[in-house]
């Protein structure tokens, strides 16, 4: 049960190779995709660390307690 996880992902990895691999005659389609993707996955993980780490609506913030705060 404890190689479920990394064995799931040896799959997807070499199922993205082979994917890769299959559709190299239209390699720039497949550049333009993959940096649309990297490039959506950076901005969803910057929005979610930005609502993660979001302050209150009705938290003040002076001086000392944003000192504590980090």
Known sequence: MALANP??????????CAVIHAARA????LT?????????A???LLLAASLT???DADATVDEVSLYAAS
């Open 26 to 29: 239209h390699a720039e389609l």
């Open 7 to 16: 064995a799931a992902q040896a799959c997807a990895f070499v199922l993205g």
């Open 42 to 44: 950076a901005v969803l």
């Open 53 to 55: 780490y979001a302050s």
């Open 32 to 40: 333009r995709l993959l940096v649309t993707a990297i490039v959506a």
